[in-house]
């Protein structure tokens, strides 16, 4: 369980990262947290040339407002954001999702960028970004580009990122003003802070009238990707949106996905679990724009 | 793959050192330190043993490259004891409730009870179960090791 040899480069900014990464070409190998990669490099899963650290560039840590979104830099750390006010405010869904995502001697390590360039189908920073149709930033010596999550995730811990390119930022938007908006996240694993078995995210949004304006449903765990139930957000927007509404149209889960069966869960288990969990977030997170209503 | 010139302050001493980047934190305070209260049991990140304070907060050290330590300050479990190496205050408690039974997991606990303590010398039962949740203990031996928890943080309480 030692790492094979590698070439370590501790990079000072984004442009040393991009140089180093075209220069790798495939074989370098970024280290943010090292949650994930750590354990790879030990059991010798990764065995790459070189390992770009990227934890002391300044400028891929912070939290911050900007217009219409929440932009959260790759390297701000998963303890940083389950404690930061602005995402407590702006982001609840995340906060609520960080707080199931590993241990304090984890998550004071692990980083958002981290958990989105992993992309394990189980984890709830993806589930929670694909939710809230969040989209990521883009780095190459090529240039910029921004992916939204809908194109981002292509299989199990593969993205639409490649090799040559560093994660910059993440970017949230913001609910719109005027609208009531109830979130809820829901998972169960073997252990607290374990990996999911099948986790859901929810998202309702209400208009002034009580109407469903934008409803989302995002189910980790029980696909090769973190996956959102599209038809059931179709029969669901823009009606009044009540439990026998969320009933009636619970058999979207199920025939949208595909589990998969390991050691954890069987297929038949992961698919009701997840039906299980949807209906509870989504009842949750309608009674959370409800009592927001309440609250005004 | 040569190796690098790293300086870490451990336990509040400076310690100049050469080490390969490949080598884990674990392994360094292990084998080049010769701190060997900081155990190893699964070196992927699972069972919590190897934890120790970077910055005052718990990390897992098999998770961490000793290269990436530098300029930083760690506290392993040998830094929990008084000045003249007998055992603190938390570790006096876990000795009085026998907070262990094997006792491998316990410096992975020491360590995530010192941070919990820390922040709150009241803390509720959840909030021990949730600070000790990332480290194992294969004996489960659980409920002695938060009734030592309980035992120090009374005893932090009493002593303002």
Redesign the interface.
């Known amino acids: 369980m030692k790492a094979a040899k590698f070439d370590y480069i501790q990079a000072g900014s984004v442009d040393e990262v991009v140089d180093a990464l075209a220069k790798g070409d495939g074989e370098a190998i970024i280290i943010a947290g090292g949650q994930t990669l750590m354990p790879m490099l030990s059991m010798r899963l990764a065995r790459p040339e070189t390992v770009i650290d990227i934890n002391r560039i300044p400028e891929l840590s912070g939290i911050a407002v900007d217009g219409d979104e929440v932009v959260i830099k790759a390297c701000t750390r998963q303890a940083t954001a389950l404690a930061s006010a602005e995402i407590q405010r702006h982001l609840p869904l995340l906060a609520k999702a960080i707080a199931y995502v590993g241990h304090q001697q984890t998550r004071n390590r692990g980083t958002i960028g981290g958990s989105l360039s992993h992309a394990d189908p189980a984890s709830e920073i993806p589930l929670t970004a694909l939710t809230m149709d969040a989209r990521v930033r883009l780095r190459s010596v090529a240039g910029i580009r921004e992916v939204a999550m809908a194109d981002y995730f292509l299989g199990p811990m593969m993205t639409a990122r490649a090799d040559n390119e560093i994660l910059l930022s993440v970017h949230f938007p913001l609910p719109p003003t005027g609208s009531r908006t109830g979130t809820a996240f829901h998972e169960v694993s073997e252990r607290r802070g374990d990996f999911a078995v099948v986790a859901a995210a929810a998202l309702i949004v209400l208009d002034g009238n009580g109407v469903c304006s934008r409803v989302a449903l995002g189910i980790g765990g029980a696909d090769g990707v973190p996956k959102r139930i599209t038809g059931l957000e179709d029969k669901l927007r823009g009606g009044k949106i009540d439990p026998d509404a969320i009933q009636a149209a619970m058999g979207e889960v199920a025939a949208t996905l595909a589990p998969g069966s390991d050691q954890h869960a069987g297929a038949d288990y992961r698919r009701r679990v997840a039906g299980k969990l949807a209906e509870r977030a989504l009842i949750d997170a309608l009674t959370d724009a409800l009592l927001e209503a309440e609250n005004e | 793959?040569s190796k690098?010139n790293i300086s870490v302050t451990i336990n509040g001493s400076v310690y100049t050192r050469q080490v390969?980047?490949?080598l884990?934190l674990s392994?360094f305070l292990r084998g080049e330190q010769n701190l060997h209260g900081t155990h190893i049991g699964c070196?992927?990140?699972v069972c919590?043993a190897c934890?120790i304070l970077?910055d005052g907060?718990?990390?897992?050290a098999?998770?961490?490259?000793a290269?990436?330590a530098?300029g930083q300050e760690l506290t392993t479990v040998e830094g929990l004891s008084q000045d003249d190496g007998t055992p603190g205050l938390l570790q006096d408690a876990f000795q009085d409730a026998h907070g262990m039974q094997c006792g491998y997991c316990t410096p992975g606990m020491l360590i995530?009870a010192q941070?919990l303590l820390a922040d709150n010398n009241d803390p509720s039962l959840d909030e021990i179960k949730?600070?000790i949740?990332?480290n194992l203990c294969r004996c489960t031996g659980y409920v002695q090791i938060i009734e030592a928890i309980q035992l120090a943080a009374t005893r932090l309480r009493e002593a303002g």
């Open positions: 793959m690098r390969e980047p490949r884990s392994d070196e992927h990140g919590g934890s970077l907060v718990p990390i897992r098999c998770l961490m490259l290269v990436q530098d995530s941070a949730d600070a949740g990332g």
